[in-house]
């Protein structure tokens, strides 16, 4: 198998168990929060999620065209396998349990984790390294956007789509 397809593969098993844990219900979910004023579109979060993915794919694509040929190499791929497991946790937290408590403070070991990644890819291909530097960014937004989701909804949904 080809690094390209292997990659491939990997993110879209990924997608399939994010979309999977997540369960049918996103759009009722979204619609039933008060969101911050400053909240995307439900379609912007699916582009945001397609970035993910490309970014994902790259790096693996990367790593595996590599051939893997060194411990830090093998970590890394391991990293981003595991972030994408995570990924697909915090929806399981956020759509399935509706705890946005815990969905906030998934984001820090999983930002942690993403750090981690950014320096050991540092060491084995700069080049990931720096696709995941505009993540990172995003993942500093995200975690304030959900810390103030979790704070405008502490006393229960709103019974329409709010912003706040």
């Not at 791929?77 to 990924?87: C, D, K, P, Q």
Request: with cysteine.
């Amino acid at each position: 198998m080809t690094p390209a397809v292997h990659a491939l593969l990997i993110c879209a098993g990924a997608a399939i168990l994010e979309g999977s844990v997540a369960g049918w219900g996103v759009r009722a979910r979204f619609r039933e929060l008060r969101l911050p004023s400053y909240s995307p579109s439900l379609a912007v979060w699916f582009v945001i999620g397609g970035v993910y993915y490309l970014i994902s794919y790259a790096i693996l694509y990367r790593l595996l065209a590599s051939g893997l040929p060194t411990n830090r190499h093998q970590a890394a791929f391991i990293i981003v396998l595991i972030l994408m497991a995570v990924n697909a946790g915090w929806g399981f937290l956020f759509f399935r349990r509706k705890d946005l408590r815990a969905s906030f403070l998934a984001f820090f070991p999983y930002g942690l984790l993403a750090l981690v990644l950014t320096s050991v890819l540092a060491t084995v291909d700069s080049t990931s390294a720096l696709l995941l530097v505009p993540y990172l960014g995003y993942l500093s937004y995200s975690t304030w956007w959900a810390y103030r989701l979790w704070m405008l909804n502490r006393d229960g949904p709103a019974s329409g789509l709010t912003r706040a």
